[in-house]
């Protein structure tokens, strides 16, 4: 089993969860975060004031999946996120131990 | 320290001596036409009957009164709370929505007795304090107050009303100064002290005057203006508060973010307004509330009203415009906040020339507004290096010194504007030159900035000495409405 985590723009979730379904992932998690890479931040002024802003808003996807799942998942991932500018996110990939549903007791794939 | 409470000491004395004086005038006025006090009384065989209220002009009154409190309390309190950080949200709207309600207090305790009752030339006197004599229980007789037009009162509580509203809102202006690290209980201390040396004499010296109904011959129209306030003796044009709300709360303003000193992080952290939107409202609610600010000062529902508000009007959206424009150009974008800011600017410009000036000079007024504000919060602030946090000098000081001179300029017939009496007897037109007004208005704007300034730092110096003016850092960094008030503005 895999755990997959992308941060993606937060105006590309809509069409990232649509592909992902699309390919039979069950379920994702989301959170709002900011973070930066190499897109930086931006500047803002208000009034006479100009502030850096370093740290843009972005939205963290997780979703645990089956290991024969993951390619797909990768590039659904890739295409529904891509706008080709500077700022897309990154996708990591990691090996996922064990799950456990919790209100069945199942565990390991067939809890996925 | 000890020589500035004696100062103040002897403020209180000269007020408490005009009392007797007053006294005497009041049994006087009681046999003639007072004008200030012009009572009704049907039952009294008099040949001609006493002028009753105006209905129009009573419902105008009330309205302006009720768009006034609007722009306080939400309005300024939005427009300043968009503007801070999250975490100091509730102790912006807080500040506003308790000021308001202790000046008012005051304003009815002791507050329009000393501004808007015959005194010396700098301060009224005590005859109507806790507004006593307004209203006659037993005959169930209001008294009335003057308005602009002979034979035209207005109940007093209306004028005690709407005049309130004025002194609130002006104190409040001076909180967006020192926001984000003020202590509330010093916030209240000052308020005191310099709503009543600083706000009440220069609305006395500005505002004050027998009425036109004391203009009854040529020969008492020397004795009736000796009556008046300092600067109205001058003859110097506030229609609606340039001096006494805005260069008054301005000045305060930025004595007080240089007393009080920088925000933790200034110039090094980002201290970024936490809701624009809230802004926009704030912003959008105080150009709706000043037509009552502005054409409500009129005092009647009349002509001059209808200048007033059209004046208000267009200044407004001249300088939404101005400030917009002049930020694309050097500043790259055109921002919401520059938007908002703009129509401020020009909402205070316009202020003391409202029903003073002609349509030719709400545009100019207006335009230079959001100009020369702009200027105010960019160049003029980093000159004069103080953390004033919501630019009320900049803003209000800046626009309210702009629009009391060119009030000057623009009342000139010649340029359109209305021109004023030269007496309340003969109504001849009494605008002399340009040059001669500008120069009246700019000795106003001197007189108010000495009086506030001198006074506000006083003031602050007492508030620090009895409970100290500002937070710790670690409430500071944690922010005002969690450390000051046991609340927070958001929970999502």
Redesign the interface.
């Given at each position: 089993m895999k755990l997959v985590t992308a941060v993606i723009k937060p105006f590309k979730l809509d069409e990232v969860r649509e592909a992902l379904s699309a390919i039979g992932v069950q379920g994702i998690t989301v959170t709002e975060v900011k973070g930066f890479g190499r897109q930086k931040g931006h500047t803002?002024?208000?009034?006479?004031?100009e502030?850096?802003?370093d740290f843009l808003p972005k939205v963290k996807i997780e979703a645990a999946i089956k290991t024969e799942l993951l390619d797909q998942v990768i590039e659904a991932i890739e295409k529904s996120a891509n706008t080709g500018k500077i700022g897309d996110g990154k996708i990591f990939v990691f090996d996922l131990e064990q799950v456990v549903r919790i209100r069945t007791g199942e565990t390991g794939a067939e809890a996925l | 320290m000890i020589r500035k409470i004696l100062m103040l000491l002897a403020l209180c004395g000269t007020v408490a001596l005009s009392v007797p004086a007053y006294a005497d005038e009041a049994k006087a006025a009681d046999t003639a036409t007072a004008p200030a006090e012009a009572a009704a009384t049907p039952a009294a065989p008099a040949a001609t009957p006493a002028p009753v209220p105006n209905k129009g002009d009573v419902s105008w009154m009330l309205t302006s009164t009720a768009f006034v409190l609007l722009m306080s309390v939400p309005a300024l309190a939005l427009f300043y709370g968009g503007?801070v950080r999250s975490k100091n949200m509730l102790s912006m709207l807080m500040q506003v929505f308790v000021v308001f309600s202790l000046i008012s207090v005051l304003w009815c305790v002791y507050g329009y007795s000393l501004t808007f009752t015959e005194g010396n030339a700098y301060f009224g006197g005590l005859d109507r304090l806790f507004l006593n004599g307004t209203f006659d229980a037993a005959k169930g007789e209001f008294s009335m107050a003057a308005t602009f037009s002979k034979a035209t009162p207005l109940p007093e509580l209306v004028y005690v009303a709407f005049q309130a509203t004025f002194a609130a809102v002006t104190c409040c202006l001076i909180l967006g100064a020192f926001a984000e690290r003020a202590k509330f209980s010093a916030v209240l201390i000052f308020m005191v002290l310099w709503f009543t040396f600083s706000y009440i004499p220069v609305a006395h010296m500005v505002w004050f005057w027998p009425g036109p109904d004391a203009y009854t011959a040529a020969s008492v129209v020397d004795a009736q203006n000796a009556k008046a306030g300092l600067l109205w003796q001058w003859g110097a044009l506030d229609f609606a508060g340039g001096t006494v709300v805005h260069i008054n709360a301005g000045i305060a303003g930025i004595v007080g973010a240089y007393v009080m000193g920088k925000r933790i992080g200034f110039g090094k952290e980002?201290?970024?307004?936490h809701n624009l939107t809230m802004t926009m409202i704030g912003a959008s609610l105080l150009w709706f509330g000043w037509f009552g600010f502005n054409a409500g000062s009129a005092l009647e529902a009349n002509n001059s009203a209808a200048l007033a508000f059209m004046n208000t009007y267009l200044a407004t959206a001249c300088a939404v415009l101005s400030w917009m424009f002049g930020e694309w150009l050097f500043?790259?974008?055109p921002?919401m906040?520059?938007a908002a800011?703009g129509a401020v600017a020009g909402l205070v410009a316009i202020t003391p020339a409202a029903g003073n000036v002609g349509i030719p000079g709400a545009f100019v007024i207006g335009l230079a507004a959001g100009l020369v504000c702009l200027w105010g919060?960019?160049g003029l602030?980093?000159l004069l290096g103080a953390d004033d946090t919501l630019?009320v000098f900049?803003v209000h000081a800046v626009g309210g010194i702009l629009g009391a001179l060119l009030t000057g300029v623009f009342n000139s017939p010649s340029l359109g504007g209305p021109g004023f009496p030269n007496n309340w007897f003969e109504m001849k037109p009494g605008f002399e030159s340009i040059a001669a007004q500008v120069w009246i208005q700019a000795k106003a704007v001197g007189v108010t900035i000495l009086c506030s300034a001198v006074v506000a730092f006083i003031a602050y110096k007492i508030a620090d000495l009895i409970v100290g003016l500002r937070v710790p850092e670690d409430q500071e960094r944690e922010g005002l409405d969690i450390t000051s008030h046991g609340e927070t503005a958001y929970h999502m």
């Open positions: 803002e002024l208000y009034r006479g004031a502030y850096v802003v | 503007m980002a201290l970024s307004p500043k790259g974008k921002s906040l520059g800011s919060v960019n602030k980093k630019d900049g």
